[in-house]
Nanobody
Framework: QVQLVESGGALVQPGGSLRLSCAASGFVLDYYAVAWFRQAPGKEREGVSCISGRDGSSDGTTYYTISVRGRFTISRDNAKNTVDLQMNSLEPEDTAVYYC?????????????????WGQGTQVTVSS
């Protein structure tokens, strides 16, 4: 059964850090582009970061939306079949449900409609 499961969401104070993890079962995540999206209450879902699927020539291409550049880092742990999102210097504006999604691709698709597999989401709340 193909499945993505997110974990790591929590309540954290502004300036704090969290590490989200997206674990795959039923397929090898390394061959897939994996993206993190988020959706805040009353807002549309937005792309946060993406890492390309393995193309045999590099460690992968990454993309970050402007508001998280320099604060968030996306990475793979192939031994665990996961893609992680390290989030530092968190701000209240980062509060949202975070979803991971996967698509068989060596590129970095930014459109959510290009992704075939989705997790159920994990809540991140940044508040004092």
């Amino acid at each position: 059964q193909v499945q993505l499961v997110e974990s790591g969401g929590a309540l954290v104070q502004p300036g704090g850090s969290l590490r989200l993890s997206c674990a795959a079962s039923g397929f090898v995540l390394d061959y897939y582009a994996v993206a993190w999206f988020r959706q805040a209450p009353g807002k549309e879902r937005e792309g946060v970061s993406c890492i390309s699927g393995r193309d045999g020539s590099s460690d992968g291409t990454t993309y970050y939306t402007i508001s998280v550049r320099g604060r968030f880092t996306i990475s793979r742990d192939n031994a665990k079949n996961t893609v992680d999102l390290q989030m530092n210097s968190l701000e209240p504006e980062d509060t949202a449900v975070y979803y991971c999604a996967a698509e068989r691709s060596v590129y970095v698709p930014r459109n959510q409609y290009e992704y075939d597999y989705w997790g159920q989401g994990t809540q991140v709340t940044v508040s004092s």
